[in-house]
């Protein structure tokens, strides 16, 4: 079983520091392709409920709002309006592996979070805190962080049910997001001495102050009204339902869906038109609870939408998975419709969100339809990561002065075509009409356009040197795999005879290694969800995460991933250390950093070596009979050693080997 293993607040301190310092990047996201804000430019601040956000982007309630690093990361590449990943009681969930594919449109098997209740609660509060240490301009050192600076907001999404909802553990998740301080008062703790001027800084206590609802599981209607009492009664907080593409009727989307955009492979799962909330319904329930919101000061809004339940078409995902989950640019078009849709039957100024197929070119015209916010999942998994986002923010702001918009509002008014209206709210209703209708005929959305799947060059991946495209690394959401430095060298070797004497000779013909490469690609394991997304872009075969050598950051993690091939690296005062497991079998590799002496230990034989790699005693382990060595490992344990605690370039394993 796969698990996600939390970073100790004090090693993301610290790798955020040494990252920014050695590399002017955090989490491998370079200050390049972090969205700076035009200190002149238009402003593109939206509302959302009763706060402000900087602008109205940011990750969808996905992969992309799940870890510490995910928040960090959606932040800097410009999110203001973070979705957190839905959390629910039933939290040891057995996720299907791969799980993403985002090869074209996108498809996904897995809908909740990955980490416990509590974890998630930790990496949340984590995260905002790493946030508001940015902000604040707590590692200035010379690095101008002044560009990330703005509001930002951070929305819960909870599921799926009411029993679940009221469940203890749940309850406990929500109160610490509504009141984190015992949590901060603890990470404030964990912050070494050298940083100790960050443990005064004034962390904001409240997390967040809403809830997105999703329920499209088949949760009938009356129950997500009484969820949505539930939570606004108890908590206090504003909230969102999400709305699902089924509620167009089965008519209108097969007819966008089959018809006008040409996706007849594409089925839906049938009991998604009768399960759960119907359109009807929806109008009803969303203006009771708003009106019931406004009376505490609140808002209740619906979202546009979930994913589509269609069925496992594709042989992406094992044939077990009956059903997937549609996202992309198809989705787009059925959720701005059915936006549209409830919109015509709605008070103009009732709250909408947005996620669904969100892109560089759609997403001024969403923040055109007066929606806030734009969250987006989908694309920020093709190449590039979550440095695409920056473009969107771009985008708009070219458009706002191209139209001579100072202000969304502005920008808002002038995108309708109906020059009479005023009002922002009630031109953002005429604006969604008119732009759903534009995108269903958009030919960019149609299977035509979208059926192009990533090209592979033919070679396989191997454990040294591929291309170094590094795709891998940004496209993964976690950012789990990463580069380290490794000298380019050519040498030869030859396996090692140990006799029961302990006396050693050469074995078989003379054999070459080769590193032809700088730079070289590892995976973090406990960063690693074996999602496939890596696999789906790298243009070699084998998979980064299952190839590219994979790095623990607890020998209890590496001894429980028995099932997969990785390594272990810690360093001493004295000594580095790295224990592996190749094709299944242990080893051990120790360096003495003061004499050079390596000891290396394949479960069979301990042999020592002196600084070039001669051997200078040997002795077998529980073995009447002679052991030849394997130099092809030995070699391949000492340059990953080498590699990965090269500090010229900071990675998950050597940022926290020495806190500072």
């Known amino acids: 079983m796969v698990e996600l293993v939390c970073t100790n607040f004090a090693d993301h301190v610290v790798r955020l520091h040494q990252e920014l310092q050695t590399q002017s990047a955090v989490f491998d996201l370079p200050k390049a392709k972090w969205f700076t804000p035009d200190p002149i430019g238009p402003d593109l601040s939206v509302a959302f409920h009763d706060e402000r956000a900087a602008n109205a982007s940011g990750p969808a309630a996905g992969p992309h709002g799940q870890m510490a690093q995910n928040i960090v990361l959606s932040y800097l590449a410009g999110g203001r309006i973070l979705e957190l990943k839905t959390v629910q009681i039933n939290d040891e969930l057995k996720i299907p592996r791969p799980c993403i594919d985002a090869t074209n449109i996108g498809y996904n098997v897995e809908w909740?979070?990955?980490?416990?209740?509590?974890?998630?609660?930790?990496?949340?509060?984590?995260?905002?805190?790493?946030?508001?240490?940015?902000?604040?301009?707590?590692?200035?050192?010379?690095?101008?962080?002044?560009?990330?600076?703005?509001d930002v907001i951070y929305d819960m999404s909870v599921g799926y049910d009411l029993k679940g909802i009221q469940h203890p553990r749940v309850c406990r998740f929500i109160e610490g997001m509504l009141d984190a301080s015992s949590i901060i008062d603890a990470l404030r703790l964990q912050i070494p001495s050298k940083y100790k001027h960050l443990r005064d800084l004034d962390y904001p206590t409240t997390i967040s102050r809403s809830i997105t609802l999703s329920t499209f599981h088949g949760c009938p209607a009356d129950e997500i009204e009484r969820i949505c009492e539930h939570l606004i009664e108890t908590y206090n907080v504003n909230v969102i339902v999400k709305m699902n593409p089924p509620m167009l009727g089965k008519d209108q989307l097969e007819h966008l869906l089959h018809s006008v955009m040409g996706y007849r492979d594409i089925t839906v799962h049938p009991p998604a038109y009768t399960s759960g909330l119907q359109f009807d319904e929806s109008l009803d329930i969303v203006r009771r609870l708003d009106r019931l919101a406004k009376g505490r000061g609140l808002r209740c809004g619906a979202k546009f939408s979930n994913t589509l339940e269609v069925a496992n078409h594709r042989e992406f995902f094992t044939p077990d998975n009956e059903v997937m989950y549609l996202s992309g640019q198809p989705l787009y078009v059925l959720a701005l419709s059915l936006a549209a849709k409830f919109r015509a039957d709605m008070d103009a100024d009732v709250p909408i969100t947005f996620s669904a197929g969100i892109d560089q070119k759609n997403f001024a015209d969403t923040v055109a339809c007066g929606i806030a916010p734009v969250t987006v999942c989908t694309d920020l998994l093709r190449p590039g990561g979550y440095a695409r986002l920056p473009k969107y923010l771009h985008q708009l702001a070219a458009d706002m002065t191209k139209l001579g918009a100072a202000n969304v509002d502005e920008y808002i008014l002038k995108r309708c075509e109906t020059p009479s209206i005023a009002d922002a709210k009630l031109a953002g209703w005429h604006n969604t009409q008119s732009i759903a209708k534009q995108a269903a005929a958009d030919p960019r959305y149609h299977r035509d356009k979208n059926g192009a799947i990533p090209k592979r060059i033919g070679s396989h991946l191997v454990v040294f040197d591929c291309i170094t495209c590094d795709k891998c690394i940004p496209v993964c959401p976690n950012d789990a795999n990463f580069t380290y430095p490794l000298a380019q060298q050519d040498f030869e070797y030859r396996d090692i005879i140990v006799s029961p004497d302990g006396s050693t000779s050469f074995a078989g013909d003379v054999q070459q290694m080769k590193i032809e490469r700088s730079m070289q690609i590892a995976n973090f394991g406990d960063y690693c969800n074996e999602c496939g997304n890596c696999d789906t872009f790298c243009p070699e075969y084998g998979g980064p995460f299952i190839k590219k050598?994979?790095?623990?950051?607890?020998?209890?993690?590496?001894?429980?991933?028995?099932?997969?091939?990785?390594?272990?690296?810690?360093?001493?005062?004295?000594?580095?250390?790295?224990?592996?497991?190749?094709?299944?079998?242990?080893?051990?590799?120790?360096?003495?950093?003061?004499?050079?002496?390596?000891?290396?230990?394949?479960?069979?034989?301990?042999?020592?070596?002196?600084?070039?790699?001669?051997?200078?005693?040997?002795?077998?382990?529980?073995?009447?009979?002679?052991?030849?060595?394997?130099?092809?490992?030995?070699h391949t344990m000492r340059l990953l050693l080498e590699g990965i605690f090269d500090r010229s370039r900071l990675n998950p394993i050597n940022a926290s080997v020495i806190n500072p």
């Open 549 to 634: 050598p994979t790095f623990f950051s607890r020998l209890d993690e590496f001894k429980l991933r028995r099932d997969h091939d990785g390594f272990f690296a810690q360093r001493s005062n004295t000594h580095d250390t790295i224990e592996g497991r190749i094709e299944g079998n242990e080893y051990l590799l120790r360096i003495d950093r003061t004499s050079g002496e390596i000891c290396f230990i394949d479960g069979k034989v301990e042999a020592h070596f002196d600084k070039s790699h001669a051997p200078t005693r040997a002795h077998l382990l529980n073995n009447p009979t002679q052991h030849t060595v394997s130099m092809k490992i030995y």
């Open 112 to 150: 909740s979070q990955e980490l416990r209740l509590h974890e998630s609660l930790h990496e949340y509060v984590s995260g905002a805190m790493l946030v508001h240490i940015l902000r604040s301009g707590g590692f200035y050192d010379g690095v101008d962080m002044t560009g990330p600076l703005g």
